[in-house]
């Protein structure tokens, strides 16, 4: 069965203090691993794929990192307006298109 | 606004009652998905639909819950005789092709709130 643990639950970092979330998972054969970003009241909002160990890719202040176990989303000098709930998903090449989701990590950033 | 439209936004039913709930993917996407979202758990995913049919439905409730994507109209989640337990938030997501290669990201709607009295 495909698991996602993300850590940690809950993240509280002042404005310009950068920090990174992580995403551990368990899959057989992973096809991608999907970031999101979702706002109180608000859908998921896709920020990323990743498909193999060594990726990265980024956008604005946010970078995201992968390996065969684990992935990061890293944050650089944070803003307010990135205050979220920031998710991870996987999506195994036994599961078809299904996505499975970790419970996400808060991120609220003081000004 | 071109995303997914889900609605209605918020459904209030007393236990007993039927629910449905509508989902109209992004333009040109042919393939819906429906999670669910409980108080406190992660997305969990429910059903994937393509036009006129049912892909893959193994994380759907094997009764009260079915799920449609007909060949004209929206996407369309029916919870029948609901109980307290259904109270969550139910996201549809769609892409334009299938996703099973990790190749396409599924694009989300703002959610059903379903509260049950």
């Known amino acids: 069965e495909d698991q996602v643990t993300q850590s940690p639950e809950a993240l509280r970092l002042q404005e310009g203090e950068s920090s990174s979330l992580n995403c551990s998972y368990t899959?057989?054969?992973?096809?991608?691993l999907f970031w999101y970003r979702q706002d109180p009241g608000k859908g998921p909002e896709f920020l990323f794929t990743?498909?193999?160990a060594g990726e990265e890719k980024e956008k604005e202040r946010l970078k995201a990192t992968l390996t065969k176990k684990e992935s990061f989303l890293h944050i650089t000098a944070p803003k307010p307006e990135d205050s979220a709930t920031y998710l991870c998903a996987v999506q195994a090449g036994g599961s078809g298109s299904r996505l499975t989701f970790g419970e996400g990590t808060q991120l609220t950033v003081n000004p | 606004n071109a995303g997914v439209m889900q609605n209605p936004r918020h459904l209030v039913r007393r236990r007993g009652q039927e629910a449905r709930l509508r989902c109209s993917p992004m333009?040109?996407?042919?393939?819906v998905y429906w999670y669910r979202q409980l108080p406190e758990e992660g997305l969990k995913f429910m059903v994937y639909l393509q036009k006129e049919n049912i892909i893959d439905e193994s994380g759907m409730p094997k009764e009260r819950f079915s799920a449609e994507f007909p060949k004209e109209g929206p996407s369309i989640l029916r919870i029948q005789q609901v109980v307290r337990g259904d109270s969550a938030a139910y996201f549809c997501a769609s892409s334009p092709r299938w996703t099973g290669y990790g190749n396409q990201p599924q694009h989300f709607g703002d959610g059903t709130r379903l509260s049950i009295l």
């Open positions: 333009k040109g996407h042919s393939h």
């Open positions: 899959v057989s054969g992973l096809r991608g």
């Open positions: 990743l498909y193999s």
